[in-house]
């Protein structure tokens, strides 16, 4: 089974710029889906912004405008280009991948906006 890591969290001023990475420990080609979702305290997971095999992108949201998806399926790797950080993007942000027979999350990573 393919694992998922996610880095490059960590705490920003509001209005900084974070971009996170989810690197995949097999070839994430197969993946028909990439997601990163986040998770603030006493809130439900939601969807931030995913990306299918074929690119088609869709954001949640106040997101859309502020965050860009990518994928690199070379370095096996989903990145989430976060900018014009506001305090309520604090969460803990999650990668999920998704592939026929299998749904892949990762541990998470923090995400702290505050001054």
């Known amino acids: 089974q393919v694992q998922l890591v996610e880095s490059g969290g960590g705490l920003v001023q509001p209005g900084g710029s974070l971009r996170l990475s989810c690197s995949a420990s097999?070839?994430?080609?197969?993946?028909?889906?990439m997601g990163w979702y986040r998770q603030a305290p006493g809130k439900e997971r939601e969807l931030v912004a995913a990306?299918?095999?074929?690119?088609?992108?869709n954001y949640a949201g106040s997101e859309k405008g502020r965050f860009t998806i990518s994928r690199d399926n070379a370095k096996n790797t989903v990145y989430l280009q976060m900018n014009s950080l506001k305090p309520e993007d604090t969460a803990d942000y999650y990668c999920?991948?998704?592939?026929?027979?299998?749904?892949?999350w990762g541990q998470g990573t923090q995400v702290t906006v505050s001054s």
């Open positions: 097999g070839s994430i080609f197969s993946f028909y889906y």
């Open positions: 999920n991948g998704r592939r026929v027979g299998e749904i892949v």
């Open positions: 990306i299918t095999g074929s690119g088609v992108i």
